[in-house]
């Protein structure tokens, strides 16, 4: 299914609630750790993106993110792919000197249509996504980025007033063996039929409800956490070990 598929016959008002449709894309990887999004309430648009680059050779790290409430055309691009790679993902930045341009070798990925108090909303994610391009920061050299990605793509027809947290991230186990993971509690979190998943070499399983701790900790023994991106280690949901993950977490209160 796609967004248009479940939006088909319903307007930018349903049963009273205006329409949230929203595409973001938030890649991790050594070089380069971003997010960008675009998001629609109602006729209203929106975009923002956040750009992290680590200290490298005793230099400072890279911080520069931009949220506009009137988006202009051209500082954030989010293409949506076709599975397969037949037609690549693009996620494209032209904003405050950045210049960001990456290939999404997109996936099938997991969809769950979920109830939502009269209404009901729609999903589909996917994660260890391979994001290839390249990065230009003040007009420098590029920068190649080779990294993997998540993406949410969303549309639903919530309540005023939703309260969410959230956490995606890529990484691997102690073997080596390619984890990612998509969890969430606060919405499309009925006990199944959910968004939440576990990805083990590349397969993804849906796993139990889960909790989310007053530190924005998650089932995860430990995080170290900065701005909208963070490192991972212990265990996820299932008892999986993560050796080693990179990914976000976030805490949303929403009145819309």
């Known amino acids: 299914m796609t967004a248009e598929r479940f939006l088909a016959g319903r307007g930018i008002l349903h049963r009273g609630r205006p329409l949230k449709r929203w595409r ?4 991790f990887g050594e070089q380069l750790m971003c997010c960008a999004a675009q998001v629609q309430i109602g006729p209203a648009r929106q975009t923002f993106w956040a750009v992290h680059l680590p200290a490298a050779g005793g230099g400072r790290s890279v911080e520069r993110e931009h949220t506009r409430l009137l988006p202009r055309r051209g500082e954030v691009e989010l293409r949506e792919g076709s599975p397969g790679g037949v037609l690549p993902g693009v996620l494209r930045i032209r904003d405050l000197g950045v ?3 990456l290939e999404l070798s997109e996936q099938a990925g997991i969809e769950a249509r979920c109830p939502n108090g009269r209404s009901e909303s729609w999903t589909r994610k996917q994660a260890g996504v391979p994001a290839r391009g390249e990065l230009r920061l003040d007009g420098g050299a590029p920068l190649a980025i080779d990294a993997l990605a998540v993406i949410d793509d969303s549309a639903g027809y919530h309540a005023r007033r939703t309260e969410w947290r959230w956490s995606a991230g890529v990484g ?3 073997d080596g063996m390619p984890l990612a993971w998509n969890l969430v509690s606060g919405i499309n979190d009925p006990a199944s039929g959910s968004e939440r998943a576990v990805w083990v070499d590349g397969v993804p ?5 889960v909790e989310f701790s007053r530190r924005d900790n998650l089932l995860i023994v430990s995080s170290d956490y900065r701005a909208l991106f963070g490192s991972f280690s212990g265990a996820l949901p299932g008892g999986i070990e993560l050796a080693q993950g990179r990914g976000v977490m976030e805490h949303h209160r929403a009145r819309w």
């Open 205 to 209: 399983h849906e796993v139990a409800p």
């Open 99 to 101: 210049e960001l341009e």
């Open 172 to 174: 691997h186990a102690p």
């Open 24 to 27: 973001y894309v938030g890649v």
